[in-house]
């Protein structure tokens, strides 16, 4: 395939992210004209019903759905090159099991109400984290391999806690679901404040990371060859991947295969260096979350399609798709 150039890949994929916003904004249950939707906009102190709509449900929706996508999609393309494998995805850690955790037992203590619930989904992918990076330290070195395989077990071992709380949850079970299947409509303001204040510096973050982060495509002694501190960065790097995880997961519940297809996409049209395949990964990450959200609120008006089935069914033939591809990166 015929590599996109950086800058009008920016661009193009910019524009979409911007227009599948728009759309979020004027699609749902109910349709509102465009020319509503910009005078809400242009004039804050409106208050018909339009109004209401669009700023106290809509806009915070959007904006939730944009960060959490491209908190995913960065940190999955930075996970890959880090551990130099291909499968990684930001869930491997245990973030998202823990934070299945955390809200399970926020709804059987019966505070599964409000803030409540992403400050526990928060708190048990914090838990899980701590408890990954633990198991993978060998002496003062942090081993990748084990990271991602300790993610894994004790994901393995959190789902099935998981089972046990729903079993546990009685006419709760719906609460919980809903919240595992993927949902953006409990998103507010200050939702959108907390993962703007940690996604836009993560991303950063990783973005600048670029250079080494290419090393490390290359195994951890050329890493260490180019002058890198190969724990520090390891554990550094890691650690900000986990956060950006864990307050997506918080924000959204599990919404699965934007931190492993984007990065893969994005890969195939621009190439591998990381300083360009990360923002734009974030780009595309915020354009597929938007998109399927809006996809969920308006395919079945009646019935509204969890956000994570949504990109689980546009991101599972994709992936297929990349892999039967003779000459992919």
Same mark, same amino acid.
């Given at each position: ?138 002496? &003062? @070195? !942090?081993?990748?391999? =084990?990271? *991602?395989? #300790?993610?894994? $077990?004790?994901? +393995? ?78 554990? &550094? @790097? !890691?650690?900000?991947? =986990?956060? *950006?995880? #864990?307050?997506? $997961?918080?924000? +959204? ?77």
């Amino acid at each position: 395939m015929r590599r996109v150039p950086p800058g009008p890949a920016l661009i193009v994929i910019g524009v979409l992210t911007l227009a599948a916003a728009a759309s979020g904004l004027l699609l749902g249950d109910i349709s509102i004209p465009w020319r509503d939707v910009a005078s809400v906009l242009l004039d804050p102190w409106t208050t018909d019903q339009n109004a209401v709509i669009v700023r106290e449900l809509r806009v915070p929706r959007v904006l939730v759905g944009l960060l959490a996508g491209a908190a995913l999609a960065a940190s999955g393309a930075a996970l890959q090159s880090l551990t130099g494998n291909p499968l990684a995805d930001p869930y491997l850690a245990g973030v998202a099991s823990g934070a299945s955790v955390g809200v399970g037992a926020a709804v059987l203590l019966g505070i599964g109400t409000g803030a409540a619930l992403p400050i526990m989904a928060f708190a048990g992918s914090a838990v899980a984290t701590v408890l990954v990076f633990a198991a993978s330290r060998r002496g &003062s @070195r !942090l081993d990748l391999d =084990a990271f *991602l395989l #300790a993610g894994v $077990v004790l994901g +393995t071992f959190l789902a099935a806690v998981m089972q046990l709380l729903l079993s546990l949850a009685g006419q709760d079970q719906s609460r919980i679901l809903g919240w595992l299947m993927g949902y953006l409509g409990d998103s507010n303001p200050s939702q959108v404040l907390w993962l703007a204040a940690t996604v836009v510096p993560g991303v950063m973050v990783l973005a600048a990371s670029g250079k080494a982060l290419d090393a490390f495509c290359f195994g951890e002694d050329t890493a260490r060859s180019i002058g890198i501190r190969v724990e520090w960065f390891k554990v &550094s @790097r !890691l650690g900000v991947i =986990a956060l *950006l995880t #864990a307050v997506a $997961v918080a924000s +959204t519940g599990i919404v699965g295969f934007v931190g492993l297809v984007v990065p893969h996409l994005v890969r195939t049209a621009v190439g591998p260096p990381n300083r360009i395949l990360i923002p734009v990964s974030a780009l595309g990450g915020a354009l597929l979350l938007s998109v399927a959200d809006t996809l969920g609120r308006t395919v079945l008006p009646d019935r509204p399609l969890p956000v994570g089935v949504v990109t689980a069914l546009i991101g599972a033939p994709v992936m297929v798709g990349l892999l039967r591809r003779p000459n992919r990166t």
